[in-house]
């Protein structure tokens, strides 16, 4: 699959959302950042933006829910029409009933691993999946910089879902720039979150293009690009 580029809100401007995914107009994703105050220190927004934001762009969303008892919540985004719906393993207490569910709604299902979360465990859950995120920070806060430690954990991740010949996407998130993509890309990585680099730039939808060409390049010629 050729790489895409999910442009994190967090780093928008809240008040003017509707111009801010405007801004990254020709982006794959808008990625949504729910965040409760319990599973991470940190909180933003919930059910109602999503749904207002559906509605004022094209774009698909891409909601990541960093909050306590998403088996009882995360199905309400894929309601609200969120196309992807990712939720923590950590926090799921039973993450292949909830990915059916997410899925059975119409959305992608999607986990994410904190940090310290290992991918071994869930070999035999990553057929329930569309896609798995790797946070390559420790999720709560945009602006801090790449863990580079993560990259053994892409790279071991790809091989798992190359050995089962699964069509999963593998999406990281936190500190993706133009100085980190190309090692991602290279690790496995085919889903890029990126926040502060794409809203930090003067044009969001040029930082957009930039880094989803500069991805590709580094993965040009690789063996487990699987090009559709
Ligand atoms: C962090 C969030 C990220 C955040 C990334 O917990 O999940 O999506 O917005 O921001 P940057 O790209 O600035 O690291
Ligand atoms: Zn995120």
Known sequence: MSPQISPSILAADFARLADEAEAV?????LHVDVMDNHFVPNLTLGLPVVESLRKATDIPIDCHLMIEDPDRW???Y?????????????AAAAPVRLAREIRSLGARASMALKPATPI???EDLLSELDMLLIMTVEPGFGGQSFLDIMLPKIRRT?????RHGLQLWLQIDGGVSAETIERCADAGADVFVAGSAVYGAEDPAEAVRRLRAQAAAATEGSPWVHRH
């Open 25 to 29: 107009r020709g982006a794959d994703w």
């Open 74 to 76: 995360a199905p309400q």
């Open 78 to 90: 894929a309601e609200a029409g969120a196309g992807s719906v990712t939720f923590h393993v950590e």
């Open 120 to 122: 071994e465990p869930y």
């Open 158 to 162: 790809r091989e798992l879902i190359n």
